[in-house]
């Protein structure tokens, strides 16, 4: 899907952070057609040549930048903690303050992300489509391997839930960029929990609410 040099990969933290966050900045407001890879280039202080010496095209790039997300994602999630979550609400909550995490270190992340979901450019959208479908299906068997889905009502699909979760909350992302207004992660979390809790009691039983 993406070609890179090993060189990329033997540069300092600082470097390679410096060209991944100048990506996904531009990717994320601009989206994957009109971003220029000259400005990112220049916005991560290197040559548009250089860029292209680590990333074979704007392509390579891009598919890249979103595999390094997920990498993050997994790495985040990859702890005693994680390992201990029992019940699907609790790891809602646990996955969103990690997110909330990673957003501060990776400012533009979110709108990266974002843009892979709402694209329709033709150059890549046939392969963001397959891959958020791809994504949504594998972390729910990565990251709920470990939960207890008793608390469930009989015709409830926790898979289902999850889903629900997700396509609401980037649902909400959308409409926050369509209009302009910018992310506020307090307010979000703050109506998130207020989902949250009307899903624990449409979907667990009586007993475990």
């Known amino acids: 899907m993406y070609e890179i040099n090993e060189k990329f990969n033997q540069l300092n933290e600082e470097k390679k952070l410096k060209i991944i966050n100048a990506g996904m900045e531009y990717f994320g407001k601009f989206g994957y057609k009109k971003a220029n890879t000259e400005d990112i280039a220049k916005k991560a202080g290197i040559s548009k040549g250089l860029l292209f010496y680590y990333f074979r095209n704007k392509r390579s790039f891009y598919f890249y930048l979103w595999e390094y997300c997920q990498n993050v994602m997994n790495k985040e999630m ?10 699907f609400f609790e790891l809602i909550d646990y996955g969103t303050k990690i997110k909330l995490k990673i957003f501060m270190k990776y400012p533009f992340m979110t709108e990266f992300v974002l843009d892979l979901f709402m694209t329709k450019d033709q150059n890549i959208c046939d392969n963001t489509d397959k891959m958020m479908t791809e994504m949504i299906d594998s972390s729910f068997d990565i990251y709920f391997r470990n939960i207890d889905f008793s608390p469930f009502k009989e015709d409830v699909d926790p898979k289902q839930i999850y889903k629900m979760i997700v396509y609401m909350s980037e649902g909400y992302i959308i409409e926050k960029k369509r209009v302009k207004i910018p992310l506020d992660f307090e307010k979000m979390i703050d109506e998130f929990n207020i989902w949250k809790e009307m899903f624990k009691k449409m979907s667990y039983k009586e007993e475990y609410i």
């Open 78 to 87: 990859n702890n005693e903690e994680f390992e201990s979550i029992t019940d």
